[in-house]
């Protein structure tokens, strides 16, 4: 079982930057692959970032070049660096955990509450 708590959401200028956390509570946090999800108003969840448990980084063509994840294994904690933030962005962000290099929300079993993103014009 792994319970996950995102944090670093807010409001902030298109341009401008945010990183969000994803503490995970659990012994196997290093062998879990972590995604980093969004979902806007009106919109299905979608992918955003994973980091594999091996440390490989795959990021959705709307994000690559302008967000990083990146894990820290003693804290259990899953970062997403966002930069040069459009509104096109905002959305409630979700961390998740799964094995097997899925990309799939629906292939992801551990969810956080989520944390929200607005980026203004």
């Known amino acids: 079982q792994v319970q996950l708590v995102e944090s670093g959401g807010g409001l902030v200028q298109a341009g401008g930057s945010l990183r969000l956390s994803c503490a995970a509570s659990?012994?196997?946090?290093?062998?879990?692959?972590m995604g980093w999800f969004r979902q806007a108003p009106g919109k299905e969840r979608e992918f955003v970032a994973i980091i594999w448990s091996g440390g490989n980084t795959y990021y959705a063509d709307s994000v690559k070049g302008r967000f990083t994840i990146s894990r820290d294994p003693p804290k259990n904690t899953v970062y997403l660096q966002m930069n040069s933030l459009k509104p096109e962005d905002t959305a409630v962000y979700y961390c998740?955990?799964?094995?097997?290099?899925?990309?799939?929300?629906?292939?992801?079993?551990?969810w956080g509450q989520g944390t929200q993103v607005t980026v203004s014009s």
């Open positions: 659990g012994r196997t946090f290093s062998s879990y692959d």
């Open positions: 998740a955990a799964a094995v097997g290099h899925r990309r799939r929300p629906s292939d992801y079993p551990y």
